[in-house]
């Protein structure tokens, strides 16, 4: 059984950073993901990495502000966000799949409750 527990939300101003961390326990051979899901829309895909391998996938509106990192030892998931703008206001969930890479929410079969991330103009 896979569980994941996400932290490190916060509010903070355009231009901002975040790090976010999602505890896991019970993994084994999984890539691991962010979404995200603001009021009124669908669940998004963000980032993902390899557990085993730390390959690393984004989301085109992500690349070169968000890193996406894990640390084996401490069974934790990480998504460093820098140059946060409004648009990312949303909860952010760390979710668990299996071997193959994939950016589709129904792929991924265990998920964190998430953790609110606010930007303000």
């Known amino acids: 059984q896979v569980q994941l527990v996400e932290s490190g939300g916060g509010s903070v101003q355009d231009g901002g950073s975040l790090r976010l961390s999602c505890a896991a326990s019970?993994?084994?051979?999984?890539?691991m993901g962010w979404f995200r899901q603001a009021p009124g829309k669908e669940r998004e895909f963000v980032a993902a990495?390899?557990?085993?391998?730390?390959?690393?996938y984004y989301a085109e509106f992500v690349k070169g502000r968000f890193t996406i990192s894990r640390d084996k030892s401490k069974n934790t998931v990480y998504l460093q966000m820098n140059s946060l703008k409004p648009e990312d206001k949303a909860v952010y969930h760390c979710a668990a799949t299996g071997i193959c890479p994939t950016t589709t929410p129904a792929s991924y079969h265990s998920w964190g409750q998430g953790t609110q991330v606010t930007v303000s103009s």
């Open positions: 990495i390899s557990w085993r391998t730390t390959s690393t």
């Open positions: 019970g993994l084994s051979s999984y890539v």
